[in-house]
């Protein structure tokens, strides 16, 4: 049978279903003259090797109209008028309309065939014989390579819909919740995936910049024996016949690089918050883009490093990615993402004051409330015109322990946030060296000693002056595109609620 | 005090240890013509900005002998000898030879500063001023940038000492788990820094190749809400009021970004395996490079697509990592790594005949035991002079339930493992994309629908024929470089009975 047929294809109906609804059809088949044209041959399951080369969407210039062509692809809609029948196959983010129409090569039961589809659901993978019907190539062929249920849990029409449409003229919209429970259909949508290119180009931008930088990359253990920062907020792991816990950060792990004298460091990976936040920014498990580096006289050297590697991330998306962020566009509207070079750094003090003088109260050494970061977030974008910047010397009343103190005013100290669109993608500062002082700080803080041992043991053999950051993937990708909320950049988001699929 | 001393040095010595040890010396310093000249200045706190260069150990050519420049650098080891103090500065794996010798512009004083660090232990970082001493340079500066302990758990020469001499003459080499147990110092030998820097290597070049090839980087979660294949070997984790899992492999995301039309994705990431295996080669976390791919006809585009990847990976560590592949050969002597092109794909019918004839005794559907893998892996490289290969076609019956059945004969599958040097590297398949058949198969295997309901539902709205497969990355290394045991290739590696550092 399967070398009849060539060529395998799928759809969305379960072949029962076709069986039943079109017997009509199949009794008809044995005198179909195109009958070898189309059909629901066996599974693909490697039984031949074939040299046939598919094409792909995407690749459909009008020189290849003459051209006898096979592609697969999915059938976003059909839609069936008297002997035609137009369907729209769908790769990925391309679309190219293809006709079946009843002639020389088709007849009226395999149209029956195509636009039976219809009535049964809408998306399906196929295999499209010969010319594109586009292309009005009379000579067509149609299999189905994978079948799928007759219908689906949610429509990509539906999911697609810019926000706002569907409430005013009645249409369906999604929501979140029944998109992320049926992920793998919501993530097949033009928007999901020009999100997770771009999230894809991040990673590799982020990458690419560091290692042009001599950076190296790390790899950290995500179980830990100890919990380094009190124990907070952190998850329990059954490990053998004890407890561990999942790693909040790489930190200790990055510095622990910084001092074997690695010198600039990198990871990649999966990070882990026990917080029971449900809001639209956070996440129990997130992809951390963590740096560390040494530098030799001031810590703004790595401020300057993170800065530039954001900025060519930036850019590189500009460039690279536009394809991608207009896609998003489409569904969420958003202002395009506006960024200074050299990026604007601002003191803790300056912010509060910008603050105050917009009518907020609030003390020196005091942390800034979310409302408060995407209020300065607009003031700095009416004043500056950028949406990322770098609040610098934060108070050292309200970051950990590790954190350098200011050389010249203890209130402060030498760390930093980075915010995008007024709100936090990094946090990061000039990390305590000193064994001595470690110590000194974690007892000021309250911290068990006991509990830190292994942490500052390791400033024990010579450490260099060092100082780095942890980004948020899912937060730099959301706040770029101007999204409003994390899940929406996650491909399977984890939160106190939500752990599937 | 700053400003006086320009720059700033570290020491692997305590200040108070120099302080009672040296008090003579100290006395005399007031005194000293060179006082400003050397000493341990205040910690580095960001105090101030330098425009100052200091140059890497690595660029010290011979036309910097008469130009001024500044290093920073460890102490590797230092030599007093009468008048003279020598010194080899380590910069990561490079290293100089420093003098300081009394003269015009060093006192008695800070030669002697200088030569006692030996009597205390022999790591420090430090600044050396102006010329290189290995250069006859006579005019030096030498500060503290960071102390250290004046014992050392360990030493690096003995770190690095090549395996078996040690044994011979009676000098000392450091067992495995003093070394992962002080590994902050451990890391800093030469062999260490190769070591990681090739496995940086790998991944970058797992994932240049793959992005070449139109592969999208994917994340996927590893807190899980069931056990995919039945719950053996897996870590439980509390989440919040409910228990989770660790992910032991990615693949039922990386299957379901297949079925959402992502055509080609990879990862990179931990794996966790709650196994209490205490052998060379495994981990209970240890990283993941996942693969997996629609295929059009046969699931040897698969292969191909892993095995041309597994070729860029060796040809990218032998043109571009020979430096650090002769350093860890210094100590862990191995043959060069040898590869085919194309790769050798063997039968597993050809692999037992070939161990049936070597004299062993096993069944046509039996697994290959470990040992039995080693002797096929030398007679493989016997036969055909490469320590890669594929192995193809397994026994159905050894092979998880989700694995697609040969479809000429039922005893076999379309699954494959890939070995380096005899040992397991990669296993993969085929995996079956329809959801009829992948319940038959769970069935089969006595599997818990109910708990695989989500895995099976993927496959309901149409799922292209796929394949992929998991290689580890510290095997990858480990194999590769010749080592002999997996903990080598882990930073920070975890097995049953170690968790820390």
Chains 1, 2 share one sequence.
């Not at 290692?211 to 792991?237: D, H, L, R, Y």
Request: aromatic share 10%.
């Amino acid at each position: 049978m399967l070398k009849e047929y060539d060529i395998l294809c799928t759809s969305d109906v379960s072949y029962n279903a076709i069986v039943f609804k079109c017997l009509a059809d199949y009794f008809l088949f044995v005198q179909d003259f195109a009958k070898d044209r189309y059909g629901v041959p066996q599974m693909v399951q490697s039984q031949q090797k074939l040299d046939r080369v598919l094409v792909r969407v995407q690749k459909l210039t009008p020189e290849k109209a003459d051209q006898l062509i096979w592609v697969r692809a999915r059938i976003h809609t059909s839609r069936a008028k008297g002997k035609q029948c137009f369907l729209v196959l769908r790769q990925q983010q391309f679309n190219v309309q293809a006709l079946v129409a009843v002639g020389e090569r088709a007849s009226k039961q395999m149209v029956k065939f195509a636009a039976n589809w219809i009535l049964m659901g809408s998306q399906f993978i196929f295999t499209h014989s010969e010319r594109i019907v586009h292309f009005s190539a009379p000579d067509k062929r149609i299999f189905v390579i994978s079948q799928a249920e007759p219908r689906l849990p949610l429509q990509l029409e539906d999911c697609v819909r810019p926000e706002g449409e569907g409430d005013e003229d009645g249409r369906a919209t999604v929501n979140q919740d029944t998109r992320l429970d049926n992920r793998v259909i919501d993530l097949r949508t033009t928007t999901s995936h020009a999100i997770f290119r771009l999230q894809s180009g991040v990673c590799q931008l982020f990458r690419d910049t560091l290692t042009n930088k001599g950076f190296v990359e790390i790899q950290t253990p995500k179980i830990i024996s100890a919990a380094s920062e009190g124990g907070a907020n952190v998850f329990t792991v059954s490990y053998f016949k004890t407890s561990a816990y999942l790693a909040q950060s790489p930190q200790l792990y990055k510095q622990m690089c910084i001092c074997a004298d690695f010198d600039k460091v990198f990871c990649v990976g999966p990070v882990f918050r026990a917080e029971d936040s449900n809001t639209h920014r956070h996440l129990t498990e997130f992809v951390g883009l963590d740096i560390e580096l040494a530098f030799n006289y001031h810590y703004h050297e790595v401020i300057e490093s993170i800065t530039d590697t954001m900025v060519q991330i930036f850019k590189g998306l500009r460039d690279k990615f536009q394809t991608e962020i207009q896609t998003v566009g489409k569904q969420y509207s958003s202002e395009p993402f506006k960024f200074l070079e050299p990026t604007l750094r601002l003191e803790y003090t300056e912010g509060v004051a910008m603050l105050r003088e917009a009518g907020v109260d609030m003390g020196d050494e005091e942390d800034l409330s979310t409302p408060n970061e995407k209020l300065l977030g607009r003031l700095v974008k009416e004043k500056y015109d950028t949406d990322f910047y770098v609040l610098d010397k934060y108070p050292l009343a309200v970051r950990p322990f590790y954190t350098m103190p200011d050389p010249n005013d203890k209130k402060y100290s030498n760390s930093y946030d980075m915010f995008m669109r007024g709100e936090e993608i990094l946090s990061g500062a000039q990390r305590i060296h000193d064994a001595q002082l470690l110590t000194e700080r974690a007892i000021h803080h309250n911290i068990d000693l006991e509990k830190i041992k292994s942490y500052i043991d390791s400033f024990r053999y010579g450490a260099p002056p060092h100082g780095g950051g942890g980004i948020g993937l899912e937060r730099v990708c959301m706040l770029y595109l101007g999204l409003h909320n994390v899940r929406q950049v996650s491909m399977f988001p984890r939160d106190p609620k939500r752990l599937t699929p």
